[in-house]
């Protein structure tokens, strides 16, 4: 398993912009598909973006054209850019690894908090 942890949380009006950094332990983050995740209060956690070894990008329908998600492996660290964010974006976000079909680390998360 690999260590993650996030950060960039914080407090953002809506229309407004976020970055999270997902930072990773070990020599081996090139191999590992990576993924944000949310979970806001009362709600189920669900799939925000992922980005495969191979640095292909998926996206939740709910943000396509505003989330960006992004890997350097020379840092070892993901990224997800947020422009026009909506105050249902508000959540914890978490940050998990997968060499296999399941996600098999998670980051402690960071909260996003949207104000409408």
């Known amino acids: 398993q690999v260590q993650l942890v996030e950060s960039g949380g914080g407090l953002v009006q809506a229309g407004g912009s976020l970055r999270l950094s997902c930072a990773a332990s070990?020599?081996?983050?090139?191999?590992?598909?990576m993924g944000w995740h949310r979970q806001a209060p009362g709600k189920e956690r669900e799939f925000v973006a992922a980005?495969?070894?191979?640095?292909?990008?998926y996206y939740a329908d709910s943000v396509k054209a505003r989330f960006t998600i992004s890997r350097d492996n020379a840092k070892n660290t993901m990224y997800l850019q947020m422009n026009t964010l909506k105050p249902e974006d508000t959540a914890v976000y978490y940050c998990?690894?997968?060499?296999?079909?399941?996600?098999?680390?998670w980051g402690q998360g960071t909260q996003v908090t949207v104000s409408s």
């Open positions: 070990g020599r081996t983050f090139r191999t590992y598909g």
């Open positions: 998990a690894a997968r060499r296999g079909a399941q996600w098999d680390s």
């Open positions: 980005i495969g070894s191979d640095r292909r990008t």
